[in-house]
Every structure is written in structure tokens, then in C-alpha cells.
């Protein structure tokens, strides 16, 4: 899954955006902690295994693009939380609060009102709903026509590869890649975070693919941001002017691919590292502990903005 190749190639054809490895070290150097936690410790929400494995793909269906809404926020049990964890704990709370129950009849009969309706807070939803219902229901579809079926296939695969394989194969919109001066980038950022929620929450697929050593990191907004921050990356004139006047920036653009790319480049490069030095740590993980230290980046660094369903 990893073609570390064509990231070397973006790299240095890369014309937007620019590496500096010694700011690489430093920022390492600051991470105290290399020990990786999975967010959700509370298994309760669900009677088993088949539940959980449907709140994983309901999660990463709609988990995307959450700039368009900044102030969008949820609390739930005493905490504030934003974006993606908003959604995530929305979701949650609606299983608390009996709004939906994870079987796939009442998924599949729930209304683009009643939806929207598990999201809302303060008067306020995530942008791109009407897009987030869509793929909710695109998701439900696929897993209803294939009945148990669905379970056995997923039961049966051996490895990190041939799940997101089948994952972007039979839910299309997982499907996450773009065209970099004649090269191929799979970038498929929902479907990792998804193969790390089943990983994590389903026994039997943990047992059958043993480790998702051979996933990218993830692609998004948050973790291009932290290494502009820190120095990591360097944009040119271009490309800051655009982002600091908080431009559109279409996704597929040279521009666009340039940021995505390089911030794998970047985490293939620490984790060689890592690994080197003898802290033991994949790419899904050290992605998350990087997204962690997002909230220490002053605020008024914009995230480029780009309107798409992917990140």
C-alpha cells in the first residue's frame, strides 16, 4: 500500500511546497510521549462485534471537511469538542439517547431530517450535510444488499492491504486518489482512519490482519498546518498568499496534491526514523500523535481550504 516511491518523486518535483528536514528532527525532539491511545476506551454503545464494525463505517462515511464550520461544536459529558471528534461524540450520544440503534433496517430507514437532527447543536451543523447524508446512505445500501455476506467478506481478509482494498473497491467513495504530473497518489485517508477503527474495535479482524504496518498516514488539513507551524514545510509566495487569504484551493490542484503528498512524505520519514532509533510506531499512529498537537498552533494560521468529500 505504501508507494514511497512516487512520494519521493512528489517531493522533489514538488514547485508549492518544500521540506526542511532539520525542523523534522526538532519537531520530533518535542513530542514527549510516543505511546499510542485509540480515542474510544468506552465499548458500552454496543451489544457486538457487527455493531461496532457499522459505527466504524457510519463514522468515516461522513468524516470530512469540517473548515466550513468552524464554530460547529458539540459538549457531551462535560467536554467540548469540535470537527471530527464532534461528530464521532454525536453520533455516540445518539446511540446513548436511543436516536438511532446500530442495525442496518434502522440505518437504512433514517430520514435525511432525522440525520441532520443527530448533529445539531447551538443552531448550528456541520457544512456539506446533504453531501454526509448521501454517503450515509451509500454506505447503508451496500452493506443491506450484501446481507451477512458482508460480514463473512470482511471476516476473510488477511491483511491491512486487502482491507482498504476492499474497502475502496465496494464503497467507491472511499476511494481517495489523485494525479501528480503523470504519477498516481493514493492518498485514501477515510478509508485508513476506517481500517484503524476496525482494527481497534473488531477482535476478529484484529486477529485475521494482525497490524496496519503497511498504511500511509493521513492526509488532511490539521497535520499540514502543524508543519507549516513549525517550520517543516515551507510554502511559496503563491501558495501562502492563498492560503492566508483563506482562498479556495480546488482539490486535484498541483497545489493541493503538493500539501497532501509531502505531509506523507514527511510521516514515512519520521517514522523511518523512529524506527531506527527503536521507538516501534506505524504511520497510522504517529499520524495521530501529531494530529494531537494540533491545538498548540496559534489560531491564526488558516488550514487550506479545499471543499471535498475526501479530508
Keep these: 500500500m505504501k508507494d514511497i516511491g512516487s512520494l519521493k518523486y512528489l517531493r ?62 458539540i459538549k457531551y459529558k462535560g467536554y467540548d469538542y469540535r470537527g471530527s471528534e464532534a461528530l464521532f461524540y454525536s453520533l455516540l450520544k445518539a446511540i446513548e ?39 450515509f446512505c451509500n454506505t447503508i445500501n451496500v452493506i443491506k444488499l450484501k446481507g451477512n455476506k458482508f460480514y463473512d467478506e ?32 493514493h492518498f485514501n485517508k477515510r478509508a485508513i482512519l476506517l481500517v484503524n477503527d476496525l482494527y481497534n474495535l473488531s477482535p476478529t479482524i484484529r486477529f485475521n490482519i494482525n497490524n496496519i504496518n503497511n498504511l500511509t498516514g493521513c492526509a488532511d488539513y490539521a ?14 509566495d503563491e501558495l501562502l498568499e492563498r492560503i492566508f487569504s483563506k482562498s479556495l484551493i480546488e482539490h486535484n490542484s498541483q497545489m493541493e496534491i503538493e ?35 494540533r491545538k498548540q498552533i496559534k489560531d491564526d494560521i488558516p488550514v487550506h481550504m479545499t471543499n471535498c468529500i475526501y479530508y
Design 154 to 185: 470482511l471476516f476473510s481478509i488477511k491483511s491491512d492491504v486487502e482491507l482498504i482494498e476492499y474497502i475502496i473497491s465496494n464503497f467507491k467513495h472511499f476511494n481517495d486518489e489523485s494525479i501528480y504530473k503523470e504519477k498516481v497518489i
Design 12 to 73: 522533489e518535483k514538488s514547485e508549492y511546497v518544500f521540506v526542511n528536514n532539520d525542523k523534522i528532527y526538532s519537531f520530533l525532539n518535542q513530542i514527549a510521549d510516543f505511546n499510542y491511545s485509540y480515542w474510544l476506551n468506552d465499548l458500552s454503545f454496543f451489544k457486538n462485534e457487527k455493531e461496532k464494525i457499522v459505527f466504524s463505517f457510519i463514522c468515516e462515511s461522513i468524516n470530512f471537511c469540517f473548515w466550513g464550520c468552524p464554530e460547529w461544536k
Design 259 to 293: 500539501i497532501r503528498g509531502n505531509t506523507l512524505y514527511v510521516i514515512e520519514f519520521m517514522v523511518k526514523y523512529l524506527n531506527n532509533k527503536g521507538i516501534i510506531i506505524n504511520s497510522v499512529q504517529l499520524d495521530n500523535l501529531i494530529w494531537k498537537t
Design 223 to 236: 497535520i499540514p498546518k502543524i508543519f507549516f507551524a513549525t517550520g517543516i514545510f515551507k510554502y511559496s
Design 97 to 135: 439517547d436511543r436516536k438511532i440503534v446500530i442495525t442496518i433496517d434502522n440505518l437504512y430507514d433514517i430520514s435525511e431530517k432525522e440525520f441532520t437532527n443527530i448533529f445539531y447543536s447551538d443552531g448550528k451543523v456541520p457544512s456539506l450535510m446533504k453531501e454526509r447524508y448521501s454517503l
